[in-house]
């Protein structure tokens, strides 16, 4: 094997690791477009958080201050809606 056929291997096999990751970052832009929340972890996605002392009664969740959606962290990071 020639050091030339060396390298046009590694200039391929380089080439087609960045077209597939150019793809999924592509791919990973487009779903955050698409969906842009996720469900809130702390009230799973009800928006209502239950009293641990009374179980009848309840509040709106701080963390998405009811609405039982957060923005994901990809859409907060590149500023996405």
Same mark, same amino acid.
């Given at each position: 094997m020639s050091i030339l056929t060396a390298l046009a291997t590694l200039a391929i096999c380089s080439t087609a690791v960045v077209v597939l990751a150019l793809t999924a970052v592509i791919a990973y832009r487009l779903n955050l477009k698409r969906h842009p929340f996720t469900d809130c972890r702390r009230c799973k996605g009800t928006g209502? &958080? &239950?009293s641990?002392?009374?179980?009848?009664s309840f509040g709106y969740c701080p963390d998405c201050?009811?609405?039982g959606h957060k923005i994901r962290?990809?859409? &907060?990071?590149l500023n996405i809606r």
């Amino acid at each position: 094997m020639s050091i030339l056929t060396a390298l046009a291997t590694l200039a391929i096999c380089s080439t087609a690791v960045v077209v597939l990751a150019l793809t999924a970052v592509i791919a990973y832009r487009l779903n955050l477009k698409r969906h842009p929340f996720t469900d809130c972890r702390r009230c799973k996605g009800t928006g209502e &958080r &239950r009293s641990w002392v009374f179980a009848h009664s309840f509040g709106y969740c701080p963390d998405c201050q009811g609405s039982g959606h957060k923005i994901r962290a990809g859409a &907060r990071l590149l500023n996405i809606r």
